[in-house]
């Protein structure tokens, strides 16, 4: 809220549109592991109540290999349709390179989004939720500063999604 305006006095009202929309994309990682987050948490919170190791890495494998599948393959049809996205979007055509290029770099972060959904939910089925919480405001306070200071010097759209994309992987 506090950084909104700022945004949109240094960017168009366009470009900061497709860039909610960009971080929205990142953001729907959540409905592309179909509950696994939800079932990692439950089974790793049994495993460690038991004392289970080797099922809790059992557990933590099986998540990487179907994270790891379901990333790279929400990855490719993002960054293949990129320009279908902006299309449907209703890009304006000064826009639309622009447009696809940052839709194709915010691609790179599918994957590395689902790794730390992962992560985040063996940390939750630990009883560790103030170290999710902790990281979760270190993560917002580095994207949002971050972009702020890019776009205070100048920088536009592309060098955005570029450094985010750098901070979530």
């Not at 860039?19 to 987050?37: A, E, K, N, P, S």
């Not at 939800?38 to 494998?61: C, H, T, W, Y």
């Not at 570029?162 to 901070?167: A, D, S």
């Amino acid at each position: 809220i506090l950084v909104t305006p700022f945004f949109v006095s240094r960017l168009t009202v366009e470009t900061y549109g497709l860039y909610v929309i960009l971080t929205g994309i990142t953001g729907y990682v959540g409905f592309m592991d179909f509950g696994m987050g939800l079932g990692v948490v439950k089974f790793i919170s049994e495993a460690n109540g038991l004392r289970d190791f080797p099922r809790m890495q059992n557990i933590i494998n099986v998540g990487i290999f179907i994270q790891g599948v379901l990333g790279c393959c929400g990855s490719l049809i993002i960054y293949f349709f990129a320009s279908n996205v902006v299309h449907w979007l209703g890009i304006t055509p000064s826009e639309q390179i622009q447009a696809v290029n940052a839709v194709q770099i915010t691609s790179i972060a599918f994957l590395p989004t689902m790794m730390m959904g992962l992560c985040t939910s063996v940390i939750n089925g630990l009883q560790r939720f103030s170290i999710t919480a902790k990281v979760n405001i270190f993560f917002s306070l580095l994207l949002n500063g971050c972009s702020v200071v890019l776009l205070w010097n100048g920088f536009g759209l592309k060098s955005i999604v570029i450094t985010n994309v750098c901070i979530i992987s």
